[in-house]
């Protein structure tokens, strides 16, 4: 089984509709993050959280909100989706200063 | 801030051909540096890693060597071949932060 995974891989939606990505990890890791990928871009931290009760913004957390419902599990949601979030979003796990793991991606289009 | 500066891509080479990607970084403290690989529709893989000066980072034949005094981890392959192809980050991480991406280098290996 992955140590990352997202639900769901991918998505369609129309503008103005609430979202919400889903990530679990089997890592134990405490710090959890998401980004966004735009095509032929790099990836752009939107939200991190170091702990259940630590949450911080990320480069581009507009238009984006997070939960951390326990260590394992990290979601993001938009809560009202318009087609500029259209991207390949990836949650990812690490440990202090050390390399992340990422989860397979979630490709999400708003129409 | 941290940041990361990555050579522009495309790459084109020839199979057999010699790799090098230059990144070099702005940081405070003491980072660690990585190099990530993201094959075509895949998520991100750790490829490299190296946690303080003059460490040299391996794998799958790619090299990386930590340079403080010119702040780079620049990735080298003696050889490369067509599985190569893929697009490729350098990253750098302290304890306190997330990962800070270059913009990444799309590689093409041609038979």
């Known amino acids: 089984d992955a140590d990352v995974t997202q639900t769901p891989r991918n998505r369609i939606t129309k503008t103005g509709k609430r979202i919400m990505l889903e990530c679990s990890q089997t890592k134990g890791h405490d710090r959890m993050y998401w980004y966004r990928q735009d095509p032929g871009l790099g990836l752009q931290l939107i939200y991190y959280s170091f702990d259940v009760k630590d949450i911080n913004k990320g480069e581009i957390s507009d238009g984006y909100s997070v939960s951390r419902q326990a260590q394992a599990k990290f979601s993001l949601s938009l809560e009202s989706a318009i087609p500029n979030q259209t991207a390949l979003y990836f949650c990812a796990t690490s440990e202090p200063g050390a390399e992340q793991f990422f989860g397979p991606g979630t490709r999400l289009t708003v129409l | 801030g941290n940041s990361v500066t990555q050579m522009e891509g495309p790459v084109t080479l020839s199979e057999e051909a010699f790799l090098t990607i230059n990144c070099t970084y702005t940081?405070?403290?003491?980072?660690?540096l990585f190099w990530y690989v993201q094959y075509p529709g895949e998520g991100l893989q750790l490829l490299l890693k190296a946690t303080k000066a003059d460490d040299k980072g391996s794998n799958k034949g790619f090299e990386a060597t930590y340079r403080k005094e010119t702040t780079s981890f620049h990735l080298e392959k003696g050889s490369v071949q067509v599985s190569d192809s893929a697009v490729y980050f350098c990253a750098l991480s302290d304890s306190r932060r997330a990962l800070t991406f270059g913009s990444g280098t799309r590689l093409q290996v041609q038979p």
């Open positions: 940081a405070t403290g003491y980072p660690s």
